[in-house]
């Protein structure tokens, strides 16, 4: 494990948040980069801005070599179909 990684951890732990919590951060966004998302977000209304991050994270850890079914799941339910997120997948 990478020592960010376990910061990230420790970090979660010591806010008092259980290991599947959800984590909220704010990042600021090239300029080209949002217009993408929110053209793409008007072209495709059954998409939103968490569904968009949440599918490109998922999708970049997956092609980087992390081995999870927990990610899996997330990135096939947000790329297929939005409703099985909430039912567990």
Known sequence: MSAQAQQLRLASREAGL???SAVSFHS?????LQQAM????????NWDQYRLVQAAL?????????????ITRLYVGNMFCRDSLTHGV
Do not use: D, H
Not at 38 to 45: D, G, K, M, N, Y
Not at 58 to 70: K, P, T, W
């Open 18 to 20: 259980p290991e599947n």
């Open 28 to 32: 600021e966004l090239p300029q080209p």
């Open 38 to 45: 929110v053209s793409f977000i008007e072209r495709c209304p």
């Open 58 to 70: 998922a999708g970049f850890l997956i092609q980087n070599g992390v081995e999870s079914r927990e």
